[in-house]
């Protein structure tokens, strides 16, 4: 399947369990692979045959900076919902969020939870 890749978009969100991070808030990271046929766009050339990445960045960018979630897990499973509703070409779609500081007592590069949703 063909897909359009949305990949380090970073974003700066209120998400977690602890009021701190609620408050304080942090930087995310967010991966989104699109999986839709592409012959069409391919072969027409025209944006409306296609999903305009620029409005999918937006519709991400809302969904990370205006909500706030407890579990990053949400967030990807908003994502993705929000997607698929909006774009009905895409029948499958990959999300990565990363949280690159959790405020937990370990070194570590980061959590990323990665969901993969198809149409029904």
């Not at 998400?15 to 942090?26: D, R, S, W």
């Not at 999918?56 to 993705?80: D, G, M, P, S, W």
Request: no cysteine; glycine share 4%.
């Amino acid at each position: 399947m063909d897909k359009i890749i949305l990949n380090g978009m970073q974003f700066y969100g209120y998400h977690g369990v602890f009021p701190e991070e609620n408050k304080l808030g942090q930087r995310y990271h967010v991966d989104v692979e699109m999986h839709m046929p592409l012959d069409k766009p391919g072969a027409t050339d025209h944006l409306e045959d296609t999903i305009n990445y620029a409005e999918a960045y937006e519709l991400i960018k809302n969904t990370v900076e205006k909500r706030i979630f407890k579990l990053i897990e949400a967030l990807a499973e908003q994502v993705a919902s929000e997607l698929l509703q909006t774009y009905t070409s895409i029948n499958a779609i990959t999300v990565r969020v990363r949280k690159p500081h959790p405020p937990v007592a370990m070194v570590f590069d980061g959590v990323t939870v990665e969901i993969h949703r198809k149409r029904a």
